[in-house]
């Protein structure tokens, strides 16, 4: 249990739709203290492996709903440990693919609760996490009907939105809206310190960027390491979208090249209708 | 005098360094009745073209500092009538190298106060706009030693900071981290609603875009007269330094592609450091 798993337990104590009990597994003795000293689950297991959490699960009731809260990568392994487990699996990662592949014989019904945050783990956790936001469900031709409610209603409950898609729409179009432009805003810094600018900008009293280049290179400071991880599970459809992303600048480019005022203008009118309606604000924002 | 002019008004008056007088002059009656019923300047006179802002220039008294507040391609053609003046004149515009070309025969020293907001005229006057932000003073070959002063003590006086470069350098910075991001960001926002992502944008239930690409097509929605005026008068430096984010691109598909862990992450590292770095932000932010 990290940031995304505490949130998910304290949120469930909260709920008043929700009944049952809340298990946590952790793999350190210091969360388990940690969530044992704040109350934030009935009971908590330190599992030090893949095959402990599963022997752990097994002896959980029948209808208990398994979800996973780790990094892809160990995602992915441990669903190698959970084949042929009776109770109904979930997780909460990032990418789907990669984490779809694992899960076969395994009861299993994908989920991605979009809701991260920089901080890490059980200390981070905030009860009101999942309220509002989307969360996508990636069945796999595997997946029951019935597992998919439960799923599906498991996050509903939490006051979240729910969309349904396959883990391969799902890959491609976070890697759009997500992955690569995590790449792109590493990309802008690299250039915004390349040659024809870095002297400027270290001699200049106060930082010469404004405000429009600050906020398209926030996301540049993120968390390496769980960007790692995320832009190589995703890695094909992330090039795949950068690649539609050159096509793109190298029309723009073209654009400005040709210097026809009145198509410029539209370019950029369009641009921000579409800005509008990516992000859900009113057309004439 | 749109917002920066009348935002200038409004400091000089507050300025304990100031002991002058502010003389206004503005295109609409409706600006001037403003200006006046807010005390806005000491004097302020309607001009309806260039020759008339000359010839009340030419009545100022000699020693008076005339600063330009329009937008670029509105200043190259008020130089025009402005050649022969013996009047210092400089002006805000955000890009250089079409300004200077017009100051020819002109007694100019060129200024770029960078604190521009989306609020436009005098209505949106703030008093502490120039306060701490940089000023960037570009004096041609031309410009006299005195009036470089004259220039750089005026925006000091009013808490800016001032750095000097030639106006070729400066097109070429404010291309990089000002000007081709707005072209990058209105790129992300088409290539964001493009045929792989558009179908699940239409259908989700709230909006599919997390904080980071919000952040990154924030400017996307800025002014599309202001910023065509901008980018096509300094179309050449925001071509070139597209060209080489062309370059980058490429080069960041190519090390995905090769998916070597380690130089991955130093890719990510590296341009954690490097947005600290442009941003004034600690190395380890």
Chains 1, 2 share one sequence.
């Not at 739709?17 to 969530?35: C, L, M, N, P, T």
């Not at 097994?58 to 990568?73: F, K, R, T």
Request: hydrophobic content about 40%.
């Amino acid at each position: 249990m990290g940031m995304m798993g505490a949130s998910l337990a304290l949120a469930l104590r909260k709920s008043s739709q929700f009944e049952g009990r809340v298990f946590g597994a952790v793999r350190s003795q210091k969360s388990a203290d940690y969530i044992r000293s704040t109350d934030l689950c009935d009971e908590v297991h330190v599992v030090s492996s893949g095959r402990e959490a599963r022997e752990h699960f097994d002896s959980l009731p029948e209808s208990s709903l398994i979800v996973i809260g780790v990094p892809v990568a160990s995602a992915v392994s441990l669903l190698g440990d959970l084949r042929g487990i009776q109770h109904l699996v979930t997780d909460m990662s990032s990418t789907r693919a990669e984490v779809e592949k694992a899960s076969a014989g395994v009861r299993f019904v994908g989920s991605h609760p979009i809701c991260g945050s920089e901080d890490t783990g059980p200390q981070a956790a905030r009860p009101g996490l999942f309220e509002t936001r989307l969360c996508i469900i990636t069945p796999s031709p595997e997946s029951r009907n019935e597992d998919i409610q439960v799923v599906s209603d498991f996050w509903k409950d939490l006051g979240m939105n729910v969309m349904s898609m396959t883990a391969p729409e799902h890959d491609r179009i976070l890697a759009y809206l997500s992955h690569a432009p995590h790449v792109i805003s590493g990309l802008m810094a690299h250039w915004g310190m390349s040659d024809a600018v870095a002297e400027a900008v270290r001699k200049s009293p106060v930082p010469l960027t404004g405000g429009g280049f600050r906020d398209m290179v926030r996301i540049a400071g993120s968390n390496p390491e769980m960007w790692l991880d995320i832009i190589r599970t995703n890695r094909r459809e992330v090039i795949g979208s950068l690649e539609t992303f050159q096509k793109y600048l190298a029309d723009t480019i073209g654009l400005l090249k040709g210097d026809d005022e009145q198509k410029m203008m539209e370019w950029l009118r369009s641009a921000r209708l579409k800005r509008n309606r990516l992000c859900g604000y009113p057309d004439d924002k």
